[in-house]
Protein backbone atom coordinates (compact mmCIF):
# COMPACT_ATOMS: atom_id res chain seq x y z
CA UNK A 1 0.00 0.00 0.00
CA UNK A 2 1.61 2.90 -0.27
CA UNK A 3 2.44 5.68 2.06
CA UNK A 4 -0.31 8.66 3.38
CA UNK A 5 0.70 11.93 2.46
CA UNK A 6 2.69 13.70 5.23
CA UNK A 7 2.04 16.85 6.36
CA UNK A 8 2.72 18.66 9.33
CA UNK A 9 -0.75 20.16 9.07
CA UNK A 10 -2.54 16.86 9.00
CA UNK A 11 -1.44 14.43 11.32
CA UNK A 12 -2.29 10.74 9.60
CA UNK A 13 -2.71 7.98 11.92
CA UNK A 14 -3.72 4.21 10.15
CA UNK A 15 -4.29 1.54 12.64
CA UNK A 16 -5.42 -1.92 12.06
CA UNK A 17 -8.77 -2.24 12.41
CA UNK A 18 -8.54 -5.10 14.83
CA UNK A 19 -11.51 -7.38 13.02
CA UNK A 20 -11.15 -5.91 9.50
CA UNK A 21 -12.91 -8.22 7.10
CA UNK A 22 -11.09 -8.77 4.97
CA UNK A 23 -7.89 -8.80 6.99
CA UNK A 24 -5.86 -6.20 7.14
CA UNK A 25 -7.76 -2.91 7.08
CA UNK A 26 -6.84 0.00 8.54
CA UNK A 27 -9.06 3.15 10.52
CA UNK A 28 -7.43 6.21 8.98
CA UNK A 29 -7.17 9.07 11.99
CA UNK A 30 -6.64 12.39 10.30
CA UNK A 31 -5.92 14.91 12.99
CA UNK A 32 -6.23 18.88 11.99
CA UNK A 33 -3.15 20.32 13.70
CA UNK A 34 -2.98 23.88 13.52
CA UNK A 35 -4.45 24.28 17.24
CA UNK A 36 -2.89 27.99 18.07
CA UNK A 37 -5.24 28.51 15.10
CA UNK A 38 -8.06 26.43 16.46
CA UNK A 39 -7.13 24.51 13.62
CA UNK A 40 -8.61 26.70 11.10
CA UNK A 41 -8.60 25.64 7.59
CA UNK A 42 -6.23 27.30 5.16
CA UNK A 43 -4.60 26.70 1.95
CA UNK A 44 -1.87 24.21 3.47
CA UNK A 45 -4.81 22.16 5.56
CA UNK A 46 -6.52 21.91 2.27
CA UNK A 47 -4.26 20.97 0.52
CA UNK A 48 -2.99 18.40 2.70
CA UNK A 49 -6.74 17.33 3.37
CA UNK A 50 -7.59 16.59 -0.97
CA UNK A 51 -4.08 14.59 -0.99
CA UNK A 52 -5.27 12.47 1.78
CA UNK A 53 -8.73 11.58 0.42
CA UNK A 54 -6.51 11.05 -2.76
CA UNK A 55 -4.72 8.53 -1.02
CA UNK A 56 -7.51 6.87 1.22
CA UNK A 57 -9.75 6.30 -2.08
CA UNK A 58 -7.15 4.66 -3.89
CA UNK A 59 -6.13 2.37 -1.28
CA UNK A 60 -8.58 -0.49 -0.29
CA UNK A 61 -6.94 -1.43 3.11
CA UNK A 62 -8.32 2.08 4.48
CA UNK A 63 -11.81 1.16 5.72
CA UNK A 64 -12.94 3.74 7.42
CA UNK A 65 -12.13 7.44 8.23
CA UNK A 66 -11.81 9.53 11.11
CA UNK A 67 -11.63 13.31 10.73
CA UNK A 68 -10.74 15.48 14.13
CA UNK A 69 -9.06 18.62 15.62
CA UNK A 70 -5.49 18.32 17.37
CA UNK A 71 -5.74 19.28 21.43
CA UNK A 72 -4.57 22.69 22.39
CA UNK A 73 -0.88 22.88 23.34
CA UNK A 74 0.63 23.79 26.69
CA UNK A 75 0.59 27.47 26.73
CA UNK A 76 3.77 29.92 27.44
CA UNK A 77 3.82 30.96 30.61
CA UNK A 78 1.64 33.65 31.62
CA UNK A 79 -0.70 32.89 28.70
CA UNK A 80 -4.50 31.70 28.90
CA UNK A 81 -4.69 28.18 27.13
CA UNK A 82 -5.99 27.78 23.52
CA UNK A 83 -9.60 25.80 23.36
CA UNK A 84 -10.47 22.92 22.50
CA UNK A 85 -11.17 22.98 18.79
CA UNK A 86 -12.06 20.84 15.99
CA UNK A 87 -11.84 23.42 13.38
CA UNK A 88 -12.91 27.02 14.15
CA UNK A 89 -13.78 27.92 10.91
CA UNK A 90 -11.66 28.55 7.17
CA UNK A 91 -8.99 30.28 7.50
CA UNK A 92 -9.99 34.38 7.91
CA UNK A 93 -6.91 35.48 7.40
CA UNK A 94 -7.06 34.45 3.65
CA UNK A 95 -10.38 35.69 2.97
CA UNK A 96 -9.11 39.45 3.51
CA UNK A 97 -8.64 41.85 0.40
CA UNK A 98 -9.97 38.74 -2.00
CA UNK A 99 -12.35 39.64 -4.83
CA UNK A 100 -15.20 36.85 -6.08
CA UNK A 101 -12.67 36.28 -8.81
CA UNK A 102 -9.69 35.46 -6.80
CA UNK A 103 -12.06 33.21 -4.63
CA UNK A 104 -14.20 31.39 -6.49
CA UNK A 105 -11.17 28.81 -7.52
CA UNK A 106 -10.85 27.90 -4.13
CA UNK A 107 -14.82 27.29 -3.53
CA UNK A 108 -14.86 25.51 -7.18
CA UNK A 109 -12.30 22.46 -6.06
CA UNK A 110 -12.79 23.00 -2.38
CA UNK A 111 -12.18 20.64 0.45
CA UNK A 112 -15.26 20.11 1.75
CA UNK A 113 -16.23 18.18 -1.45
CA UNK A 114 -13.44 15.73 -1.03
CA UNK A 115 -13.91 14.56 1.96
CA UNK A 116 -17.76 14.51 1.03
CA UNK A 117 -17.11 12.63 -2.10
CA UNK A 118 -15.09 9.98 -0.42
CA UNK A 119 -16.87 6.65 -0.99
CA UNK A 120 -15.89 4.73 2.29
CA UNK A 121 -17.79 5.69 5.82
CA UNK A 122 -16.18 9.34 7.14
CA UNK A 123 -16.84 10.22 10.97
CA UNK A 124 -15.99 13.28 12.71
CA UNK A 125 -14.87 13.39 15.74
CA UNK A 126 -15.39 16.77 17.64
CA UNK A 127 -14.35 17.50 20.81
CA UNK A 128 -14.60 21.65 20.53
CA UNK A 129 -15.25 24.08 18.71
CA UNK A 130 -16.60 23.66 14.97
CA UNK A 131 -17.51 26.75 13.22
CA UNK A 132 -18.01 28.17 9.74
CA UNK A 133 -16.20 25.53 7.55
CA UNK A 134 -15.96 23.46 11.04
CA UNK A 135 -19.18 22.63 11.06
CA UNK A 136 -19.05 22.22 7.42
CA UNK A 137 -15.82 19.66 7.42
CA UNK A 138 -17.87 17.95 10.06
CA UNK A 139 -21.09 17.99 8.01
CA UNK A 140 -18.98 16.76 5.30
CA UNK A 141 -18.64 13.50 6.98
CA UNK A 142 -21.51 10.90 7.08
CA UNK A 143 -21.29 10.54 11.53
CA UNK A 144 -20.33 12.94 14.35
CA UNK A 145 -19.39 12.32 17.55
CA UNK A 146 -19.10 14.96 19.76
CA UNK A 147 -18.19 16.25 22.97
CA UNK A 148 -21.27 18.04 25.17
CA UNK A 149 -18.45 20.72 25.45
CA UNK A 150 -18.26 20.91 21.68
CA UNK A 151 -19.66 24.12 20.01
CA UNK A 152 -21.55 23.82 16.28
CA UNK A 153 -22.30 26.70 14.93
CA UNK A 154 -22.26 29.01 11.32
CA UNK A 155 -20.81 32.56 12.56
CA UNK A 156 -20.02 33.81 8.73
CA UNK A 157 -23.07 36.05 9.07
CA UNK A 158 -20.86 37.82 11.50
CA UNK A 159 -17.92 38.36 8.22
CA UNK A 160 -20.82 39.19 5.99
CA UNK A 161 -20.76 35.98 4.56
CA UNK A 162 -22.73 33.21 4.77
CA UNK A 163 -21.47 29.23 4.68
CA UNK A 164 -19.83 28.71 1.49
CA UNK A 165 -19.02 25.21 2.07
CA UNK A 166 -21.65 23.26 1.45
CA UNK A 167 -23.38 24.70 5.29
CA UNK A 168 -26.49 25.58 3.94
CA UNK A 169 -27.61 22.65 1.97
CA UNK A 170 -26.14 20.07 4.46
CA UNK A 171 -27.86 21.54 7.53
CA UNK A 172 -31.20 22.03 5.61
CA UNK A 173 -31.42 18.28 5.06
CA UNK A 174 -29.89 17.34 8.14
CA UNK A 175 -31.83 19.95 10.42
CA UNK A 176 -34.51 21.10 8.41
CA UNK A 177 -35.70 24.26 6.87
CA UNK A 178 -36.40 26.15 10.45
CA UNK A 179 -33.17 25.08 12.52
CA UNK A 180 -30.83 25.76 9.78
CA UNK A 181 -32.71 28.99 8.60
CA UNK A 182 -31.60 29.94 12.82
CA UNK A 183 -28.20 28.78 12.22
CA UNK A 184 -27.17 30.42 9.41
CA UNK A 185 -29.36 33.68 10.27
CA UNK A 186 -28.11 34.27 14.04
CA UNK A 187 -24.52 32.87 13.64
CA UNK A 188 -25.33 31.52 16.97
CA UNK A 189 -23.26 28.63 18.72
CA UNK A 190 -25.07 25.39 19.39
CA UNK A 191 -23.68 23.33 22.31
CA UNK A 192 -22.94 19.55 21.99
CA UNK A 193 -26.24 18.66 24.53
CA UNK A 194 -28.48 20.83 21.63
CA UNK A 195 -26.86 19.56 18.56
CA UNK A 196 -27.57 15.88 20.04
CA UNK A 197 -30.75 16.80 20.24
CA UNK A 198 -31.13 18.30 17.00
CA UNK A 199 -29.52 15.46 15.18
CA UNK A 200 -26.45 17.49 14.38
CA UNK A 201 -24.59 15.21 16.40
CA UNK A 202 -25.54 11.09 16.27
CA UNK A 203 -23.61 10.81 19.58
CA UNK A 204 -22.35 12.80 22.99
CA UNK A 205 -20.00 11.48 24.63
CA UNK A 206 -17.41 12.71 27.48
CA UNK A 207 -14.37 13.81 26.16
CA UNK A 208 -12.57 10.95 27.95
CA UNK A 209 -14.80 8.45 26.31
CA UNK A 210 -14.77 10.41 22.48
CA UNK A 211 -12.16 8.09 21.20
CA UNK A 212 -13.32 5.02 22.44
CA UNK A 213 -16.36 5.41 21.09
CA UNK A 214 -15.39 6.43 17.66
CA UNK A 215 -13.10 3.64 17.25
CA UNK A 216 -16.29 1.66 18.47
CA UNK A 217 -17.94 2.73 16.06
CA UNK A 218 -15.16 2.85 13.20
CA UNK A 219 -14.37 -1.04 14.15
CA UNK A 220 -17.62 -2.03 13.28
CA UNK A 221 -17.64 -0.53 9.87
CA UNK A 222 -14.69 -1.99 9.17
CA UNK A 223 -16.02 -5.69 10.05
CA UNK A 224 -18.35 -5.49 7.07
CA UNK A 225 -17.65 -6.16 3.25
CA UNK A 226 -16.17 -2.63 2.46
CA UNK A 227 -17.88 -3.43 -1.06
CA UNK A 228 -21.23 -3.36 0.84
CA UNK A 229 -19.89 -0.49 2.63
CA UNK A 230 -20.08 1.49 -0.53
CA UNK A 231 -23.38 0.89 -1.93
CA UNK A 232 -24.81 1.50 1.12
CA UNK A 233 -23.08 4.62 1.47
CA UNK A 234 -24.39 5.13 -2.39
CA UNK A 235 -27.74 4.20 -1.76
CA UNK A 236 -28.64 6.48 1.67
CA UNK A 237 -27.20 9.27 -0.73
CA UNK A 238 -29.31 8.67 -3.37
CA UNK A 239 -31.93 10.25 -0.62
CA UNK A 240 -30.23 13.83 -0.66
CA UNK A 241 -29.48 13.42 -4.93
CA UNK A 242 -32.93 12.51 -6.11
CA UNK A 243 -36.71 12.76 -5.73
CA UNK A 244 -38.22 9.76 -3.66
CA UNK A 245 -39.92 7.79 -6.46
CA UNK A 246 -35.99 7.77 -8.29
CA UNK A 247 -34.39 7.21 -4.74
CA UNK A 248 -36.33 3.92 -4.19
CA UNK A 249 -35.74 2.82 -7.96
CA UNK A 250 -31.99 3.84 -7.26
CA UNK A 251 -32.14 1.68 -4.02
CA UNK A 252 -33.42 -1.34 -5.80
CA UNK A 253 -30.88 -1.31 -8.29
CA UNK A 254 -28.34 -1.27 -6.00
CA UNK A 255 -30.05 -3.78 -3.64
CA UNK A 256 -30.35 -5.99 -6.74
CA UNK A 257 -27.00 -5.47 -8.51
CA UNK A 258 -25.68 -7.35 -4.95
CA UNK A 259 -26.94 -10.40 -5.79
CA UNK A 260 -23.81 -10.57 -8.12
CA UNK A 261 -21.79 -10.25 -5.48
CA UNK A 262 -19.20 -12.83 -4.01
CA UNK A 263 -19.90 -11.07 -0.32
CA UNK A 264 -23.59 -11.46 -0.71
CA UNK A 265 -23.53 -15.50 -1.28
CA UNK A 266 -20.76 -15.80 1.71
CA UNK A 267 -23.24 -13.51 3.92
CA UNK A 268 -26.49 -15.37 3.43
CA UNK A 269 -24.35 -19.06 3.53
CA UNK A 270 -22.69 -17.29 6.85
CA UNK A 271 -25.80 -17.04 7.99
CA UNK A 272 -27.34 -19.96 7.15
CA UNK A 273 -24.72 -21.63 8.08
CA UNK A 274 -24.75 -19.95 11.84
CA UNK A 275 -20.45 -19.11 10.70
CA UNK A 276 -18.75 -15.59 10.53
CA UNK A 277 -18.30 -14.18 7.33
CA UNK A 278 -15.37 -13.87 6.23
CA UNK A 279 -15.76 -11.22 3.32
CA UNK A 280 -13.75 -10.78 0.05
CA UNK A 281 -14.33 -7.18 -1.36
CA UNK A 282 -15.93 -8.39 -4.01
N1 LIG B 1 -9.46 31.79 11.12
C1 LIG B 1 -8.26 32.22 11.47
N2 LIG B 1 -7.82 32.28 12.73
C2 LIG B 1 -8.64 31.85 13.68
C3 LIG B 1 -9.93 31.37 13.40
C4 LIG B 1 -10.34 31.34 12.04
N3 LIG B 1 -11.51 30.87 11.67
N4 LIG B 1 -10.52 31.04 14.56
C5 LIG B 1 -9.64 31.28 15.54
N5 LIG B 1 -8.49 31.79 15.02
C6 LIG B 1 -7.28 32.18 15.71
C7 LIG B 1 -7.42 33.50 16.41
O1 LIG B 1 -7.19 34.57 15.51
C8 LIG B 1 -6.36 33.39 17.45
O2 LIG B 1 -5.08 33.61 16.85
P1 LIG B 1 -3.94 34.44 17.63
O3 LIG B 1 -3.80 33.75 18.97
O4 LIG B 1 -2.76 34.31 16.76
O5 LIG B 1 -4.49 35.82 17.76
C9 LIG B 1 -6.39 31.92 17.84
O6 LIG B 1 -7.02 31.25 16.75
C10 LIG B 1 -7.21 31.64 19.09
O7 LIG B 1 -8.49 32.20 18.91
P2 LIG B 1 -9.13 33.26 19.93
O8 LIG B 1 -10.13 34.05 19.15
O9 LIG B 1 -8.07 34.01 20.64
O10 LIG B 1 -9.84 32.27 20.94
P3 LIG B 1 -11.10 32.61 21.87
O11 LIG B 1 -11.17 31.52 22.86
O12 LIG B 1 -11.04 34.00 22.36
O13 LIG B 1 -12.36 32.53 20.87
C11 LIG B 1 -13.64 31.60 19.05
C12 LIG B 1 -12.66 31.33 20.21
C13 LIG B 1 -13.82 30.28 18.30
C14 LIG B 1 -14.97 32.08 19.61
C15 LIG B 1 -13.04 32.68 18.12
O14 LIG B 1 -11.71 32.30 17.78
C16 LIG B 1 -13.78 32.84 16.82
O15 LIG B 1 -14.85 33.46 16.81
N6 LIG B 1 -13.21 32.35 15.70
C17 LIG B 1 -13.75 32.55 14.39
C18 LIG B 1 -14.97 31.68 14.14
C19 LIG B 1 -15.55 31.96 12.78
O16 LIG B 1 -16.07 33.01 12.49
N7 LIG B 1 -15.48 30.94 11.92
C20 LIG B 1 -16.04 31.00 10.61
C21 LIG B 1 -15.01 31.30 9.60
S1 LIG B 1 -15.62 30.97 7.96
Redesign the pocket.
Known sequence: MSTAPESPVLQIENIPAEDSSPAGGLISVWTINRP???N?LNAEVNSAIKSACDWAENNSDVRVIIVTGASPEEPPEGKRP??NSFV??????EFEGKSSVEIRPIFDDNVWEYVWNLSKPTIAMVDG?A???GSEMALSCDIRIATPRSKFGT??I??G?IPGGGGTQRLCRLLGYGRAMEMVMSGEMVNGEDAHRMGLVNHLVEPDQLRTKTMEMAENFASKSPHTIRVAKAAVRAALENPFSKGILAERDLFCALFDTEDMAIGVKAFLNRDKAEWTGA
Do not use: H, M, R, S
Open positions: NKLAKPAGADIAFLGGPENLL
